[in-house]
């Protein structure tokens, strides 16, 4: 029996919590709150934990590019080096990023991914180059993020990733030469909810 009651308590709890963070997050994007306080991240854990957003996508949105300007800022405070990258330097490449991340109507479908770099950046990632490339890559949908305008709005299929030892465009190349730092590679979180239903083969 006090297993059965604790249950409806242990629901309306994590209501409560839901129902706390989405008045935090909308006085946020109203501009009533400036800095970014442990719970407006923790907004961003949630959608990372769950795959799929239960906020409101402009206020989510502008939670996002501020944060991707704190954690980008905290970068290159920490190590100012940056690359260019067919011709292109960090503050082009950045400027583009957030101005796609800006222009979307609805929740990408790499939310999760995004979140994921967004609450724990240094998890996986120790300089801001390499942060950044990922990062752009769930904003933009292809390996690098200095391709041909026309290319990014038409979202075509990304480039395949050199294998290590081989050069592409000098990128590798560029990317070697930012000191190595060990890396903890998380594998992708998978949500039913975030990729949406899978389609079944059957045999006959």
């Known amino acids: ?37 442990p719970e407006l991240r923790e907004i961003l854990a949630d959608v990372a934990d769950c795959g799929a957003s239960r906020y409101a996508w402009k206020q989510l949105q502008t939670l996002i590019t501020r944060r991707l300007e704190d954690v980008v800022a905290a970068y290159r405070n920490k190590d100012a080096k940056t690359i260019e990258i067919d011709g292109e330097d960090f503050d082009t490449r950045y400027k583009r990023v957030m101005k796609f991340l800006q222009e979307f109507k609805e929740p990408p479908f790499t939310l999760q991914r995004m979140c994921e770099l967004l609450h724990e ?34 979202r075509e299929p990304p480039k395949k990733i050199p294998k290590r030892g081989f050069k592409s465009n000098g990128i590798d190349e560029k990317l070697e030469n930012i000191p190595a730092v060990e890396e903890k590679q998380e594998p992708l979180k998978s949500s039913s909810a975030a990729t949406g239903p899978q389609k079944m083969e059957t045999t006959a």
Do not use: W
């Not at 950046?121 to 305008?149: D, M, Q, W």
């Open 121 to 154: 950046p240094e998890r996986y990632y120790r300089n801001t180059e390499k942060f950044f490339l990922a990062f752009s890559k769930t904003v933009c949908g292809i390996t690098y993020p200095a391709e041909h305008v026309s290319q990014l709005r038409r």
């Open 1 to 37: 029996l006090k297993l059965m009651e604790s249950a409806p308590d242990s629901a309306a709890d994590e209501s409560g919590l839901h129902t706390a963070r989405i008045k935090i997050l909308e006085g946020f994007a109203n501009g009533k709150e400036q800095k970014l306080s």
